[in-house]
């Protein structure tokens, strides 16, 4: 029988790629999302790569009355909880909306699904769990600690699921720690598309590329890494949503929680992302060295074997895939096959 499936933030970045999985997969599923930071026009993008209208309930995850009309609509299966604040250096500007949003809406819908008696669910945390740490690769057993608001409120949201799993036993939990996620949807109707100036390598870079922006800044040639530029584990966001389906099978077939890293376990340094963008786009890409970024560790990378263990979990896309669908995307080159 079919599945249905929740995806709370389903129009964000990931969310959107891991609908597109889901339904290819065989899921009924349904979005809820407030758009505080995803396109409005992402659902008729969505319905026009599936062939389907989008099931849409728009509204916030700091409204309980409306959570509980949602519930009250659907027979849910599973929930996949991406609905959260993700900037760093906002956090640490404005922690209680950090806090408010990203373990108090937490709250709510874990209390709407439990009167609703939908027990399974999978979290969106992040490697920010394991804080500035010598360990490379991580693995999963590192001891957490945090090193902002947004990381605080990461980890209080897999202790919180512990609690609740170690309360009731009914319930089952897939905490899914995220890497770097970049790239886009094969099709390049759907990517990253950040308002404001990016914060993070892939969509500065591409905004570079675009020529909206001069050049990279690169922070930092003075790591400990083969070109001294800080280097980290890039995963295809289309990985990154095969996971998502893969922890929500393992959920339904088992009853079984899971803690996984999904990375792939290799790395790239940040002058490598920009030589493979450049080839992406097809030309030479200006940058600056600049000094380090406050907070920034040298290396970060994810153990990945548990994910394969568990869950069946390999990324199977290479950095040249997450800049060639990027560019794809951001310089509006549609692919009508959905599927390479
Ligand atoms: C950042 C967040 C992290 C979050 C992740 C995913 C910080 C300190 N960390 O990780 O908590 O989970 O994004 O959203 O914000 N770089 C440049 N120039 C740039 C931008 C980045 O050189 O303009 C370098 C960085 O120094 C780093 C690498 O590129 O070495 C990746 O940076 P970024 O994409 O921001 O990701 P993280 O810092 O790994």
New binding site residues.
Partial sequence: MTKTVLLTGGAGYIGSHTYLGLVASGYDVVILDNFSNAQEDVPLRLARITGSPVKLHRGDVLDPVFLTGVFAAHDFDAVIHFAAK????ESVAKPLDYIQTNVGGFVNLLQAMDAADVRRIVFSS???VYGDTLVQPIPEDHPRTY??P??YTKISGELILEQLVAADPRWAVGTLR?????GAHYSALIGEDPQDI????????AKVAIGELPR?????DD?DTPDG????DYIHVEDLADGHVLSVNALLETGQSHTVNLGTGEGS??LE?LRAYSDACGKELPFEI?P???????V?TARPDLARQVLGFNAKRTLDDMCQSSWAWVSGQLRNDPKP
Avoid: E, H, M
């Fill in positions: 993700k900037a760093v250096g992040s490697a920010t090193t902002s947004y990381a995220y890497f770097n996620p970049v990016p914060n993070n390598l892939v969509p500065y870079i990279l800044q690169v922070f930092g790591y530029t800080g280097l980290r340094t940040v992302v600049v380090r970024r406050d907070g920034d560790v040298a970060l």
